[in-house]
């Protein structure tokens, strides 16, 4: 694996890491006001490190939300461009009481960096710079193939300031390929490439009773409970197994081929060990007669995430209130189109909203599920540069969340992504003590450094 550039990475992994801590100590969470400060100087920061390292038209974007950052070397003549994408927002980092250690104060503990953000996608990130600085570093301030990036600062929040500018500036974007470093690898020491993630529609629904909160003593029995209304809406969303109720919402859902049901199946993947240490609970749930991996990488689900409204400090409150809402989302496949679904949606909870009770759907994102071909030369380098670094062959999964990007990227540009990632399952995104396992965070720049020397050399 003799590579100069890879000989640098190693040479500037304590300062790579150092630099990183400060990247992680910066608390841009997109989701919350307060913190809109905080994004922007993250943004700040990622971009004068890639004008340092030598990366020309770098530009922070304004937009309706968080800023967007751009920046390219394109002087590779004949040789194929990469867009590379990442986001340096994170998720919040409460319940605040749960981390071991402060969520903004990165701490080393058994090999890893604890800190939010630290995978998801801080971390991540930090490894696409850190590549292109090695690479500009070993090849005399030149690129081997051409390279676009561009950054977000919404992805916790949907992402939609660059689906906008996706659409709007196709032709800056042009590239042969994506590169989207926000994912993970099956088990330790096992290099993955993502080929496939679920689509998003992220709903709230709001119910309305009476115009004011009311004492339940006086008014129990006769005014209307919203959230009552809710838990018998939601409550008729899906059966005791699992399987979603609304008319239609499996009609479109695409199997996933024979080839990969196979490939599946001969993954390293303990199920008894995945509920005890990944979920944590007494039993795994879900539809019978589907895998674990299959249910979360290729069925579709309907999740509730919390229903903030009525009375929730400490002690007793006997209050009606007058408005609740639910936080409810619906996971996709492939060929579920978001519009049908979250029509399907609005209908179901209309025609079950009790007499007395108004509901209103605001919808926070949404996007198409996707799989990605594997048959093309960047695939082929990736999981060679892989090979060398993790000394074994690259396996092909699916992953339930969603990056709404890789879709655009397919849809809009026309081009494929590579999804190459290092995180971990057991990693802990968007929970307390998120980590990175920091020789991942190495392997991570070495195998970029090695994937775009490979592609320059084709």
Not at 91 to 97: F, M, S, T, V
Not at 332 to 345: M, S, T
Request: hydrophobic share 40%; aromatic share 8%.
């Amino acid at each position: 694996m003799a590579s100069p550039s890879v000989d640098f990475a190693r040479q500037n992994q304590q300062r790579f890491l150092n630099e990183l801590k400060d990247l992680l100590r910066i608390p841009s969470v997109s989701t919350a006001p307060e913190h809109k400060h905080d994004v922007q100087r993250a943004a700040d920061f990622v971009a004068a490190e890639l004008r340092r390292i030598g990366m020309e038209n770098v530009e922070i974007i304004p937009t309706k939300g968080h800023p967007l950052i751009y920046a390219d070397w394109l002087h590779a003549s004949g040789k194929p461009t990469v867009l590379c994408y990442a986001h340096y927002d994170v998720q919040p980092a409460e319940p605040l009481n749960e981390w071991i250690s402060p969520p903004f104060e990165p701490a080393e503990r058994n090999n890893n960096i604890y800190a939010r953000g630290a995978v998801d996608d801080k971390g991540q990130l930090w490894m696409e710079v850190k590549a292109l600085e090695s690479l500009m570093r070993a090849h005399n301030g030149k690129l081997p193939i051409n390279v676009k990036v561009i950054f977000e600062g919404e992805e916790e929040v949907g992402g939609e300031s660059i689906a906008e500018y996706v659409r709007k500036q196709k032709a800056k974007l042009k590239a042969d390929f994506a590169l989207v470093c926000d994912t993970e690898l099956f088990a330790p020491d096992l290099p993955t490439l993502c080929v496939g993630l679920r689509g998003l529609v992220y709903t709230e629904i709001e119910a309305q009773g009476a115009k004011t909160d009311l004492h339940s003593g006086m008014y129990g029995g006769a005014a209307p409970n919203p959230l009552f209304a809710l838990i018998e809406i939601i409550s008729k969303m899906k059966d005791a197994k699992g399987k979603v109720l609304i008319p239609g919402f499996y009609s479109k859902v695409k199997a996933p081929t024979a080839a990969e049901l196979k490939a599946w199946k001969e993954l390293p993947f303990n199920e008894e060990h995945y509920r005890k240490t990944e979920v944590g609970s007494k039993v795994l749930t879900g539809e019978p007669g589907f895998s674990v991996l299959y249910r979360t990488w290729a069925r579709p689900t309907l999740e509730v995430h919390g229903m903030p409204g009525g009375f929730v400090a400490a002690g007793a409150k006997t209050v009606i209130p007058a408005r609740a809402s639910a936080k409810v989302s619906m996971r996709l496949v492939p060929n579920q189109d978001p519009e049908d679904i979250f029509k399907r949606f609005s209908n179901f909870v209309k025609k079950h909203t009790p007499k007395g009770i108004e509901t209103k759907i605001k919808v926070w994102s949404k996007g198409p599920a996707c799989v990605v071909g594997t048959d093309n030369k960047f695939v082929k380098a990736s999981t060679e540069a892989m090979r060398e670094v993790f000394h074994k062959e690259t396996v092909f999964i699916r992953s339930g969340g969603s990056i709404p990007i890789v879709t655009d990227f397919q849809d809009v540009l026309k081009i494929p992504s590579v999804m190459m990632g290092f995180g971990l399952p057991d990693d802990n995104l968007h929970a307390p003590n998120e980590k990175f396992h920091i020789p991942n965070f190495h392997r991570g720049i070495e195998s970029l450094c090695l994937f775009f020397e490979k592609l320059g050399k084709s």
